[in-house]
């Protein structure tokens, strides 16, 4: 079993945080951890996903249909990769950054939970 890696996440800009997660597990096994993650993170709500990816919706004050966030999940190695960036939202300018990425750090944290030791 390989060691679970944490999440890479940029903070700290205005307009978008950007994460990834590598795990030693299959693509197909992704819509499925993901679905998982977003019931344990309130910041978030699942509409979809397949192999490809996944389309979340920010939950926020000014939330809005041009706030879906979409994951991709791509094969890395023996395993995968779920990559991701979330916009601030729409209409706004630099309005809670803090609050956004510590969202995207949460929603992160509970995939590689959700993924468990792989």
């Known amino acids: 079993m390989a060691e679970k890696r944490a999440p890479q996440?940029?903070?700290g800009d205005a307009d978008v945080t950007r994460a990834s997660l590598e795990l030693s597990l299959p693509v197909s096994l992704l819509p499925g951890v993901v679905r998982r993650a977003v019931q344990s993170t309130p910041a978030f709500s699942f509409t979809?996903?397949?192999e490809q990816g996944a389309?979340?919706?920010?939950r926020s004050a000014t939330a809005s249909d041009a706030d879906t966030?979409?994951?991709v999940f791509e094969e890395a190695g023996a395993g995968s990769r779920i990559s991701g960036e979330v916009h601030a939202p729409a209409g706004t300018?630099?309005?809670s950054v803090k609050k956004r990425?510590?969202?995207t750090i949460a929603l992160f944290d509970a995939i590689a939970s959700a993924a468990g030791p792989f």
């Open 69 to 71: 966030v979409h994951l």
């Open 55 to 58: 389309r979340l919706i920010r």
């Open 9 to 11: 996440v940029e903070t």
């Open 48 to 50: 979809s996903a397949d």
């Open 101 to 103: 990425d510590a969202d």
């Open 93 to 95: 300018i630099g309005v």
